[in-house]
């Protein structure tokens, strides 16, 4: 997932414009699941450090890595795109490492649901389709996703098909190939 550095900078305060009206609660929620040390999350002038268990001061928020960094920043943009709104990530799971993908998703479905904000996103990664998949325990919501799979043919041409939410799992569980 990557943020151009004008997008980056207007990510970045977008997500210190919520810490300072307190509306970070699935931020701070996934955040805490890939570094449980998290006491607190704070904005400081135009930054945003965390206060970590068993460290004597806050230490900034890109200090917990770029994935920590690049979960609080989509967040933040789909906390404030205006219901209904498209989101399109390309390639979602760069930068993150495997065991914060399934709360990522978790929050990221959560919050976009929430908000009618409607995610087109792209992955190559088995690790992020499961934590997709395992994360949408609502039939309503897995049965309004769209799963479509694009190959290259011999002749050069691109072609896809399309899979509904029950083809998608038994893919995944059979370990079929869906990217």
């Known amino acids: 997932m990557y943020l151009p550095p004008a997008y980056r900078k207007l990510a970045d305060r977008l997500l210190i414009d919520l810490y300072k009206a307190n509306r970070t609660e699935a931020i701070d929620q996934v955040l805490r699941s890939v570094d449980p040390r998290i006491l607190e999350i704070t904005p400081v002038e135009n930054s945003i450090f965390a206060k970590l268990d068993g460290v004597g001061r806050r230490i900034p928020l890109s200090a917990l890595g770029d994935g920590a960094v690049k979960i609080a920043n989509l967040l933040a943009v789909v906390l ?100």
Not at 113 to 123: E, I, P, S
Not at 153 to 175: C, I, K, M, N, P
């Open 80 to 179: 404030t795109l205006p219901e209904g709104a498209v989101c399109a990530v390309d390639e979602i799971e760069n930068g993150l490492h495997h065991t914060a993908m399934r709360a990522f998703w978790c929050a990221l479905a959560r919050v976009a649901t929430a908000r009618r904000v409607q995610l087109v996103v792209t992955t190559h990664n088995l690790e992020m389709m499961r934590a997709i998949s395992a994360c949408i325990d609502n039939p309503s919501v897995l049965g309004s996703m769209a799963y479509l799979r694009m190959a290259w043919r011999d002749d050069g041409a691109l072609v896809y098909d399309s899979l509904d939410s029950e083809e998608f799992v038994t893919h995944l569980d059979q370990e079929l190939e869906i990217r």
